[in-house]
């Protein structure tokens, strides 16, 4: 029997290795193996067992036959059952071809380091047990000892390394009291559990809403169905979404089966994972960079010999090796977080949706802005679809306000950062004692250029996209197709000369907003706060607590926060992310709107949104304004489909960077040449140009977009070209399938 293995080390292919007799039982695909490699022995994974191997004998240089050379076995197989089940390994192999990388890449980000690291054990510490009988005792026992005796005794044992320091006693003693026969010393698995020293209420199911109802029903009919078609629930926020999603995982529990929630990372708090171990108690196990190695090796271990049936995680979680899968929640499906931003850049969501294919489970999406992939899919009846549209609380939304800025700036005579209205409400909170966040979407690198006077952006005409300004050689350029034109002296709209206006940052809005407000508390929160540790948390405890009056944030403050005391939220210019050189630019701009307006108005106090733009007449946010994501998404899908992009297209994006802008561009060209030459007609390779974000950490990026209708099209010539090119060891080459953001 011979075994095909992958091994850890990146290169790409299978290692052939002879089974030993006594291994034959165990060497199933999924085991995790010793082989010898080289000189060294090192771990790898089985991918499948053959009975004979057909071997093309090798040749030399010349072309001759050279004797080969023979098959070493394996050494040895690592734990009783293997470390992949059947389905996931299966999940991997197409995850590795889909996404164009390595299969070793792919099961790295399936095993948690911890779980991989060659010595990890489950951790085993003594116990203190009390004999059966307290019959026949030993040696006599000092006063002291007899005192601590009696104290274990009370609380009936428990583990030694407690009890030595609640009873302030010394290792030794409790020794001595086992050879005594008073108790019992004996090594258990202690369990690593990240949610040991919490307090978790349990919960009962509540009593569901006629919506909530009917997409349960819908949810509980895939649970039994055979076929797995993805269910979508467009929900709008506080709509109940997380009480069907509990209630779905209750029904495929008590059918023996498990479930695995993913939330993006961000909102994985304690407060996310309470809910679910609310209902189902230490069935619950979480995956979580943040826990301890020690806590995450058990974890999994408890999930892989089905102790813990239900896994909370962010996007790695989908791999969990649950024995029996019944159900896959992905939670606020739109997160860009779901994709994975090294190789292999896979997006947790489309691999759920396989994973419940493969496993024949079902797989619930849900959001209150879908992202368009999941609407078109719905749409096209790919998805089922289950609407909830009333709030839990009935409370009303929060009243969103546009202001025009194009009109405050012709009223101040220059470009304002705050529009009256918004001051004027600012002002209004902080005499009333209520809390405001402001929400600036900025982000640092290549901007759109706007008219401060009419909100002209300077477009391509055939891309309809934003163009990008580019600092270095003051020239527009467009991102998809290249095309590229002088910075206009003046606005082409209005004449206005004082077109070069890019926004600002959050540092120079904090600054206004304190001159200002001389007597406001402000907190910021952005990526060079919390670059540092722990203040992240900080400028949150203290905007919890009503020690700050304002917030002031990027899109780190958009999600999931639950601030009762907010009553305003202001958005200083919508336009930030609106004029992105990316596609889904409109998109995510409605989802940033529509979920900041969500932070509004949680408490027992009305809330007010301001969204401040000087494009008032994009869809974008227009639907923001009634919040209503179905109209919106008619209109961007429209237009998606008029420029050939996704979801009617497939699309990859290389991205080739290295310290010598020179070679870099050049590397570039020749890829993009190589996979012209590969390619069938329908896919459509643009020319190697600078990345949005051309300069990243002292190393030039230089892209090459792909799109064809389907990905059988863009694959394999993307697969020949990259085999054909021998990159120089400064430079690498980033394969981005379905790429989500283009930067
Ligand atoms: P979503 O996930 O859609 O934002 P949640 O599931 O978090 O909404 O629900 C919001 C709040 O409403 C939660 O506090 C939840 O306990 C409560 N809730 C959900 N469903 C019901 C129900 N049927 N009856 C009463 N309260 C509910
Ligand atoms: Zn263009």
Redesign the pocket.
Known sequence: MIAHVTVDVAVDRLFDYLVPDCLRDRAVPGARVRVPFGRRTITGYVVEVVDQVDRTDPTDLLGMAIAPRPLKSILSIVGADPFLTGPVLKLLQWLADYYCAPLEAAIRSALPAPVRAAGARPKEQLFVELPDRKGTMGPKLTPRQIEILAQIRQVNGGWAAALCRELCCTPELLRKLATAGAIVLEPRVLRRDPLANRTVLPTRP????PE?AAALAQAKALCDAAESRPLLLL?????????VYLQAIAHVLAQGRGAIVLVPEIALTPQTVQRFAGRFGSQVAVLHSALSDGERHDEWHRIRTGEARVVVGPRSAVFAPLPRLGLIVVDEEHEPSYKQDEAPRYHARDVAVMRGRIERCAVIL?SATPAMESWQNAQAGKYLLAR?SCR??NRPRPAVRIVDMRIEAAKAGHVQVFSTALLDAIQDRLSQGEQSILFLNRRGYAAALICPRCGHVETCEACNQAFTYHQADTCLRCHTCGAFRQVPTACPDCGDPAFKYQGFGTQRVEAILQKCFPQARIGRLDADITARRHSHDEVLGAFRTGRTDILLGTQMIAKGLHFPSVTLVGVVAADMSLHLPDFRAGERTFQLLAQVSGRAGRGDLPGEVIIQTYTPGHPAVIAAETADFETFAAAELADRRSIGFPPFMKLACLTLRGPAEARVAMFACKLAERILAHAAAGLSVTDALPAPRAKAKGEFRYQILLRAATMRQIQPPLRQAVAETKLPADMALAIDVDAVNIL
């Open positions: 509540l009593l569901l809403m909530q929900g709008v926020t506080n709509s109940g979404k997380t009480e849900g909830m839990v609380d």
